[in-house]
């Protein structure tokens, strides 16, 4: 995994390859080796492995397990499903999602 890290005059921190360009993530399920491209999607897989819809905020979606204290907290808009939403899911869903760039 190589690249850089480049700090923006917004604030922004992004990692850049090699060559310059910056790499896009995507959050892939395992089992099924496929990329979600939806929060319709996402909700399907995480209520597959226990997961509920928590609370009805206007501004985020909310999972939550009975069997744990564990919270997901995305934003509305699956356009600002961002890295740090995708890993959140990973460490709180181990060996059944992934990260990968592309």
Partial sequence: MSGVWVFKSNGVVQRESGDGSSR???LVHKPT??????????ERLLKELGW???LDDPYM????KRSSVHLISLPREFSRFGSVH???IVVKNRNMFE???V
């Fill in 33 to 42: 080796n496929k990329v979600v491209t939806s929060y319709d999607m996402l």
């Fill in 86 to 88: 995708m890993y959140d």
């Fill in 61 to 64: 979606l909310q999972f939550h």
């Fill in 52 to 54: 509920e819809r928590y």
């Fill in 24 to 26: 896009r993530k995507v």
């Fill in 99 to 101: 990260v990968r760039d």
